[in-house]
């Protein structure tokens, strides 16, 4: 796996992206700072866009006058094993202990 998750911004857009039919970037973004509590700088937040879609991790439509965005197989390939990763590290429980 390439440094694709090297920010955990990067892994958060791959799973608001997952988690939305077909979001805006407003609406990932939103999803994201609704789940941390606290707002995503523009410039950061369009970067990690930007990276991902270069990388090949995600597509870009345009509908209408919004850009909306999807996980390609690879992207949603590579965010399967970062969770198989998490839930072995994890147990089957969900707990470290």
Do not use: N
């Amino acid at each position: 796996m390439s440094g694709w998750l090297a920010s955990g911004l990067r892994r958060d857009v791959c799973i608001a992206v997952s988690g939305l039919e077909s979001p805006s970037d407003r609406e990932i973004k939103k999803e994201i700072e609704e789940r941390y509590g606290k707002s995503v700088p523009p410039r950061r937040f369009y970067g990690a866009l930007e990276a991902l879609e270069k990388d090949g991790y995600l597509e870009r439509e345009v509908e209408g006058i919004h850009d909306c965005f999807s996980l390609t197989k690879p992207g949603a390939r590579a965010l399967e094993a970062q969770f198989d990763w998490f839930a072995e590290r994890m147990g089957e429980s969900g707990t470290t202990g």
